[in-house]
């Protein structure tokens, strides 16, 4: 965490995704989706000078919003600083625009507690297995689609404690998933990296097995000539 002082307050802000948690970067999405949806509705209307006056205005609102999110301090407050100040605050803030580069993880540690992730899920064959796949392909389509809000739960299905059977009980989960609402960003993208991997490795398998039936199919009648 980077420290300013600004008016005699000292504010905290984040340099690097290991430092903000799902549950911060939600919220952060939920302001820029409201953003999002209102310069998606100004653009519908026409745009002329007066327009692009507003445009800049709504501009400097969202930035105080951001600067008031990430500060904890209210939109009030922030719009008395001196324009160069917030700029300089607002530039700590960049790592958010950067392309994240996910690492290929195997495990994490939250809580002092440490889960793993499946090494050969494509492999195994329980029903157990089988289900987890079956949700976690569900949860990724949505989150396709911009729910991100399951995640916590898409990692609660996936990430297994030592020694742990397949098909945990829902009650496990959802707590799982309120608990890992706390885990920092850069191990839910690297969670991310690893589903993507995940999703890709099944879908090769499933094409395997297509593959393997349409063989059969052609040897069968083979067999009986």
Request: proline residues 2%; charged residues 35%.
């Amino acid at each position: 965490m980077k420290e300013f002082k600004m008016n005699e307050k000292v504010i905290k802000l984040p340099e690097l995704w290991t430092e903000v948690t799902w549950e911060k970067f939600l919220g952060f999405t939920k302001i820029i989706q409201n953003h999002e949806k209102v310069e998606e509705a100004k653009k519908e209307e026409g745009s002329d000078d007066e327009n692009e006056w507003k445009e800049a205005i709504r501009a400097l609102e969202l930035n105080t919003k951001i600067l008031s999110f990430w500060t904890g301090l209210s939109q009030e407050e922030i719009s008395h600083w001196d324009m160069l100040e917030a700029e300089t605050l607002m530039k700590c803030l960049d790592f958010v625009n950067d392309k994240y580069i996910p690492i290929d993880l195997g495990e994490f540690t939250i809580n002092e507690e440490k889960f793993f992730l499946p090494k050969n899920l494509m492999r195994e064959t329980t029903f157990g297995r089988y289900i987890e796949a079956e949700q976690l392909e569900i949860q990724s389509e949505l989150i396709k689609k911009g729910k991100i809000e399951i995640m916590p739960r898409q990692i609660a299905i996936l990430a297994k404690k030592e020694g742990e059977g397949d098909n945990l009980d829902d009650d496990v989960i959802d707590k799982r998933a309120k608990l890992f609402e706390k885990l920092d960003m850069a191990t839910i993208w690297d969670v991310a990296f690893f589903l993507t991997k995940l999703e890709q490795g099944l879908m090769i398998s499933s094409l395997t097995s297509q593959v393997v039936a349409e063989m059969q199919q052609v040897q069968e009648p083979q067999k009986e000539q």
